[in-house]
């Protein structure tokens, strides 16, 4: 069975700081790993995933993430927080020979000028 | 711009109405999926459409059905509404090719309120 735990529903950095949201998964097969950005009344943005390639995957807006296998883990980064990147964001995970995507419950992120 | 586009954007609805959705894109996928995503939640799986026939069905009952047209278009239907049915919904489009098909697009969603 998969799952994705997001720690921390809502996270506030200042302006220009680092962004680190956390998100750790199950699965029982080797997943696809997203993160999706969701700005108020809007649908889902897609920002990267992993597809069992490299393990370092870098996406729009500046944001990375890193696939680790021995954590489970597949948190987002960014080194500088900018105000327009105050949004909802989502971690998901989709199972090889799946159909669907599994995602967590999201991640409010608060800039602060 | 996913080119993924849905209608309507909002609509309002009372209990034990039916209702449909409806999505649509630039160009052909074969693919298409729904979601249901109630506020400070994440979206939850409905169901995915290849080919104009359903091949998975997340945790809803049969009152959630869908279609998929010859031209790739989708609509969601949902009959005997609950409150609990209010909610944002999104359909999700994946890529025919190669490595896009391990990515969803999503449209910007039609927010459902039911009174």
């Known amino acids: 069975a998969q799952s994705v735990t997001q720690l921390g529903s809502h996270v506030s950095v200042s302006e220009g700081a680092l962004v680190l949201l956390r998100c750790n998964y199950s699965?029982?097969?080797?997943?696809?790993l997203f993160w999706y950005v969701q700005y108020p009344n809007q649908g889902l943005q897609l920002l990267l995933k992993?597809?069992?390639?490299?393990?370092l995957v870098k996406g729009i807006n500046g944001f990375e993430a890193e696939f680790k296998k021995s954590e489970t883990s597949f948190h987002l980064t960014k080194p500088s927080a900018h105000m327009s990147d105050a949004a909802e964001y989502f971690c998901?995970?989709?199972?090889?020979?799946?159909?669907?995507?599994?995602f967590g419950t999201g991640t409010r992120l608060t800039v602060i000028p | 711009e996913t080119g993924v586009t849905q209608s309507p954007t909002h609509l309002i609805k009372t209990r034990g109405q039916q209702v449909t959705l409806r999505c649509s894109s630039q160009?052909?996928?074969?693919?298409v999926s729904w979601y249901q995503q109630a506020l400070g939640q994440g979206p939850q799986f409905i169901f995915q459409?290849?080919?104009?026939?359903?091949?998975g069905r997340g945790n809803f009952p049969p009152r959630f059905s869908g279609l998929q047209f010859p031209n790739y278009s989708s609509e969601l239907n949902v009959n005997a509404l609950e409150l609990d049915d209010s909610a944002l919904y999104l359909c999700?489009?994946?890529?025919?090719?190669?490595?896009?098909?391990?990515?969803?697009?999503f449209g910007p969603g039609t927010r459902l309120l039911v009174l």
């Open positions: 160009s052909g996928h074969n693919t």
């Open positions: 999700a489009l994946r890529g025919d090719l190669g490595v896009l098909q391990e990515t969803q697009y």
């Open positions: 699965s029982s097969v080797p997943p696809y």
């Open positions: 998901a995970v989709r199972e090889t020979g799946a159909n669907n995507l599994f």
């Open positions: 459409y290849y080919r104009e026939e359903e091949n």
């Open positions: 992993y597809t069992s390639a490299a393990t």
